[in-house]
């Protein structure tokens, strides 16, 4: 038992980083993924994943699978598309969805074109699902890092950020920290993205981000709880998934996602917070 | 007495329609003013021009002193997300933004003020409840919970007892009359006439442009809402420009 549940990570030091990688990731990325889904952007997470693709093929052009250049072009795609949206959003008639679909779209494309006119098909593999197994002392610190700043400037502007999603009037009324905090929310999602393209590639990136926060909606009414129970199941599909593609000789990145996915659907039958199954069961109403 | 806002020569509205029209006049410090008209009148539209969310078209809205902080609105149909997991003490404590700012911490004497606005409009016990379990009445108490923390000179209030019922009206309005006892400037807009002309000292009777403002008796005359009325169902698409010289005071 402790050789199936511990031996691989004792053994092995790929599988270390690589548990250490989706830990990281998860701890930032699981309390952005609540806010990006009380902030009904949940496909937002998705959008702007594909819009750093132009970015990281730029970076990848420049420099070749130089961590530093597709890092640094994923950020600054990403940046824009959030930019421009945010601009468009604010100053137009056009939504926020709108805005985003229009410049993520066109991102995507571009992105597309970079990577077929100057990558080869394995290049292409990389950064659409990652290499969770392959992560170097660099690429971890840089998972790391992000991590790290993400729960940090979350701290900072957890206040506007809040009191945007439920009463975004009242927080015009009294401070105009709204749209800042909404932007350096964006680039969190972004930073975040940047870190997951690298351990689940940009497809699945946006997995250990939603999934775990959908899944701490059905077992929290408060958002703390929420943020708390998101960050840990991520965490503990990392170490769930790393563990069945070992033994069961699955790809990594996507095992996590589809442990995430098991917590999920459980979550949404059995959760304490309108669950699926405890909807139907017959309960007696209380007196007052 | 001093004036807390005056409106020189203010015109508002959306894209280029005026909403409000050529509107002169001062608000005096203290004054607890009704704004009265028909729906369409300019009424929401002059309330959010006064808390500076949209822009003159043309003219100026003067606020003194005032700085926005001083300022509190409770708009007409707040964007409120009600399915957004937090509860009413947390919701209430919103109104000490002031003294926490972006960073700061709720000390005990901040609690105590959050429980005893929560007492002070008859919430005590919902505490804990999450916002969206609250009935439309809880929560428009819940809101003036927030306005008292806020503490503020000037508070604006758009058609505050719309949907609620007589009790949770007359206690809100117990509310706005107590505020008024402390010489904050309450402008607030109604629809019950009736209840205008028995509670407010003052009313302006809009209708786009301004029909009659002044001693609220004098203003709410059946020919002047007649005319308000009748004002405003003239709205023209293709309105010409208007010749009115718009310089600025």
């Known amino acids: ?106 991102s995507l494309a571009l992105g597309v074109t970079i990577v077929s006119m100057v990558g080869t098909n394995i290049d292409l593999l990389h950064v659409l699902f990652g290499s969770v197994l392959a992560l170097d002392n660099q690429t971890l610190l840089l998972i790391a890092g992000n991590a790290t700043i993400t729960l940090i400037v979350l701290a900072l502007i957890y206040r506007p950020l809040v009191i945007e999603c439920v009463d975004p009037n009242f927080l015009r009324s009294v401070s105009g920290a709204g749209a800042p905090a909404h932007f350096a929310f964006l680039a969190l999602v972004v930073l975040n993205l940047v870190s997951g393209f690298h351990a689940l590639g940009t497809l699945l990136a946006v997995g250990i981000m ?31 998934g790393l563990l069945i593609s070992y033994h069961a000789g699955v790809p990594s990145g996507p095992a996590v996602i589809l442990v995430a996915g098991v917590f999920y659907v459980v979550s949404l039958l059995f959760g304490h917070v309108g669950g699926l199954v405890r909807q139907m069961l017959p309960q007696r109403h209380l007196e007052a | 007495m001093t004036a ?33 008209g028909p729906n369409g009148a300019g009424k929401s539209t002059l309330f959010k021009g006064i808390v500076g969310m949209i822009k003159p078209l043309a003219g100026r809205i003067e606020r003194g002193e005032l700085s926005a902080r001083d300022i509190a609105y409770l708009p007409q149909a707040a964007e409120i997300d009600k399915s957004f997991p937090i509860n009413a003490f947390d919701m209430v404590a919103m109104g000490l933004w002031h003294h926490t700012g972006l960073f700061g911490g709720i000390d005990k004497r901040g609690r105590r003020r959050v429980e005893e ?56 309005f117990d509310l706005v009359r107590r505020w008024h006892g402390e010489k904050r400037t309450v402008l607030t807009a109604l629809h019950d006439i009736d209840f205008v002309r028995a509670n407010f000292p003052e009313t302006l ?35 010409a420009e208007c010749a009115v010289p718009t310089v600025a005071a």
């Open chain 1, 1 to 106: 038992m402790y050789d199936w549940l511990l031996g691989p990570f004792v053994e092995f030091e790929f599988m270390r980083r690589a548990l250490a990688g989706t830990t990281a990731l998860a701890l930032g990325a699981g309390p952005i993924g609540v806010f990006l889904m009380l902030r009904r952007m949940s496909l937002v997470g998705d959008a702007m994943a594909h819009a750093i693709l132009p970015g990281a093929a730029v970076g990848f052009l420049v420099s070749g699978l130089n961590l530093f250049a597709m890092t640094a072009g994923g950020l600054i795609a990403g940046c824009v598309v959030a930019l421009l949206t945010g601009f468009v959003a604010r100053m137009t008639e056009l939504k926020e969805d709108a805005a985003l679909a229009t410049f993520y779209l066109l």
């Open chain 1, 210 to 240: 939603m999934l775990p926060a959908a899944t701490g909606r059905f077992w929290a009414r408060d958002i703390t709880l929420m943020v708390v129970i998101a960050a840990i199941c991520g965490t503990v599909s990392g170490y769930a």
């Open chain 2, 4 to 36: 807390a806002l005056r409106f020189n020569n203010l015109t508002l509205g959306y894209d280029r329609h005026p909403a409000v029209h050529h509107l002169d006049g001062a608000v005096d410090t203290g004054a607890l003013m009704a704004v009265v």
């Open chain 2, 117 to 172: 606005a929560i007492a002070g409009v008859g919430l005590t016990g919902f505490e804990d409840r999450a916002i969206g379990t609250l009935s439309g009445g809880q929560m428009q108490r819940m809101l003036f919970a927030r306005l008292l923390l806020q503490d503020a000179r000037v508070i604006v209030l758009d058609e505050p007892f719309n949907a609620v019922d007589a009790k949770t009206s007359a206690d809100l």
């Open chain 2, 205 to 239: 009777l809009l209708a786009r442009e301004p029909v009659a403002w002044g001693n609220t008796a004098s203003v709410l005359t059946p020919e002047n809402l007649l005319t308000a009325r009748r004002m405003c169902e003239a709205f023209d698409e293709h309105a």
